[in-house]
């Protein structure tokens, strides 16, 4: 078993292992909400709650999910089973859990401490990691968030077992995210069932971005490689391709416009796609609202070579002409 810090302002520790006891790593003295994907809980419920000692609820794992009703109709559970700012809220699921767990925690009583059990691969390498948490609006993938770290992560490699191929290859979009940006190391784990080291690997890498720039400011804003296009096509499509995708059509196309062809063909080594047929000009409306905007200029992550990338500040003509090449 592992045990990784991450130094932010509110520090988390992550372990990684397979049978983690959780009984030992959350603090039972307190009351708990747990909030838990409804497949995972089906499938892990019954082990979990001879565990635990807590008030549940059932996330249904959908984008929508991740929405501000959610929110409101979570604070009103927590309220009604008097949760107070001591007490702790549990996730256990996937990034959508994750995400909207993360958020409620940061909000109920001004903030709570919260714990991850993150249970897909894209949940251990990236959305348990980090402290962003989000929730999406009519207007585009989230668009309403909080930073709050997490208290621990406790990332076991049991629950990979039961994800299907698509999943997987979700989570895989990810981690060859951290190779193309950080660790070219990873394009050789990638494909092993090594998931501990995998995992491992892809969260020191995260971890060097988030500990020199906590707040999203600079060099953290290379974790988004991918990211502004991946969004765009995943609201596009309803949601129907979902983030791991979609991320991975994004870098795909970030690497045919800047001629870094290696990045197309590691990716569709994993069985990712690497086009997307839509509409370049409502992608393009999606991006128009994208947080990575700042007034008349946007920041996103280019490649600059195989295995490193960078933040170039450009205009909407540009962004176009790389939308383009979405088809191909
Ligand atoms: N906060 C962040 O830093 C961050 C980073 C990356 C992604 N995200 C967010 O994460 C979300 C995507 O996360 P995801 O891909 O984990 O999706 P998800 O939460 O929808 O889970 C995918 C599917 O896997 C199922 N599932 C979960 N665990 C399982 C298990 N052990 N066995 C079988 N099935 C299981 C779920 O029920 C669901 O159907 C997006 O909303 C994205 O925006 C956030």
Known sequence: MKRIKVNTSTPTEIIIGNNINIKEEIDESRKALLLIDSNVFNTYGKAVMNNLNACIYLINPKESSKSMSSVINILNFMAFNGLTRKDIVITMGGGITTDLGGFVSSIYNRGMRVYHIPTTLLADVDAAIGGKTGVNTGYGKNIVGTFHHPTKVLIDVKYLQTLNEKQIRCGKAEILKYAF????????????????????????????????????????????????????????????INHGEAVAIGMATMG??????????????????????????????????DKKREDNFYNIIVPESFGKCRIYKTNEKEIFEIIKRVKK
């Open 256 to 289: 045919r416009y800047f001629g870094i062809n290696e990045i197309e063909h590691e990716i569709k080594k994993t069985g990712l796609k690497v086009t997307y047929n839509g509409e370049p000009k409502k992608l393009m409306n999606y991006i128009l609202n």
């Open 181 to 240: 940006i950080d660790n070219l190391k990873l394009l050789n784990l990638i494909n092993s069932d090594n998931w501990e080291e995998i995992i491992t690997q892809s969260i020191m890498t995260k971890i060097k971005f988030i500990e020199s720039d906590e707040y999203d400011n600079g060099k953290r804003m290379i974790l988004n490689f991918g990211h502004t296009i991946g969004h765009a096509i995943e609201k596009q499509s309803n949601y129907k």
